[in-house]
């Protein structure tokens, strides 16, 4: 049976303890990465495919925390380093875990990297990136568009615990992004492909030249956009993913993931030096076997997020409304978009509608949810359902409103991450409904 093949080319014996001397050191390569297809739906059906102990479709859970040893011997060369992963030879689950390592392969060859591993949460993966890139007194340049939370670790908790400094540009402005690098001292240079929230879209390839040529490693945030833009196809060193968001899709798990050279993967997960390895936010395995089972239709949920985006919002625009999305052609980065997305999934699965006060966008949230069934009034995104949040009170609150100007985030900014339950129709009609109803409300005020 050809599945029991694969499955034993993959499992330990006794004579590997004894035979494992030639093991290389660093252990997570996914050797064939550069010879996956460029399409990440079609890179994903690429990856061997991880059979059950038993034969099972699909694959086990290892749930161990620890691991035996064949020969005393053995545990000495895995701690040495000698002996890893790559030769199904596992330490302790804080270090590397066979589940967990699968679901990072898979994410790997989605994003076209030598390897991959997940995390606890996106910002586990976002901190321990910059704790493993940027030594104490470092410098960062970032985008002034992050999602909030990955702002204040950069604005004010590593200044404060490790004298990290970060210079904030707009990275839709080149000459303003090669200005801030000083050679030797940037370390990195960190953005979102399409920003959170104001969806505004990095030119990734420009970037990374820029980067490249001062030495800076470009780390790229594309929880917004998986399988839409591959940033590391563009030329980003490193992809960091909050997982909760579109690659879960079901708005009940948080976890993240840091793809990029396996030399960076291995550094991380060093027993000396790794952030991952020390601080530990490692990623359960009974997790990494609940995504790993959604990782085979992130590509139709996406299409379908992303489609449906783009309707509401051509529509939106023409009801008048002042609306962003990536894929309309009067996107500032409209074109930038057409340039690096992977071909027929869309612009994205996010629109945001800028409703000028924020009463006005709580109105029509509330009657959206409470009254018209659209959506659900919640942050987080890649939900089937549609969630709406107004951002500069909620996931952007930790920036200044000076920071939130720069930024581009006005007080009526409503953040959609459009959703595919129901019909398309059905869900518009929603949206319609309410509308209409804002614009009586909004007469009997003037009234
Ligand atoms: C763009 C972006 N990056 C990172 C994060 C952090 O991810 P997590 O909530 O999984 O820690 C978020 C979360 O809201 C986000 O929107």
Redesign the pocket.
Known sequence: MSDTVVLSNNKRSHSDDIEGGDAKKTLLSNNSASMLPTDPAAALASVRHEFGEHGGVNMSIETSATFTVMEPETMGRMFSGELGPDRDFFIYSRHFNPTVLNLSRLLAAMEGTEAAYCTA??????SAVMLQLVGCGGHVVASRT?????HALLSHFLPRVSNITTTFVDVTDLEMVKEAMVEGKTKVLYF?TI??PTLAVANIPELSKLGHQKGVTVVA?N??APMVISPARLGADVV??????FISGGADI???AVCGPASLVNSMMDLHQGALMLLGPTMNPKIAFELSERIPHLALRMKEHCHRALVFAKRLKNLGLKVIYPGLEDHPQHELLMSMANKDYGYGGILCVDMETEERANWLMNHLQNYGQFGLMA???GYYETLMSCSGSS?SSEMNSEEKELAGISPGLIRMSIGYIGTLEQKWTQLEKALTKLKEHDLSHKN
């Not at 949460?121 to 976002?126: C, F, K, L, N, W």
């Not at 992050?146 to 990955?150: A, N, Q």
């Not at 960091?240 to 968001?245: G, R, T």
């Open positions: 949460s996106g910002m586990a993966a976002i992050l999602y909030g939370g990955t979102e920003s959170n945030d929880t917004f960091v993913h909050s997982i909760s968001k948080i976890a993240g942050v987080s995104l996931t």
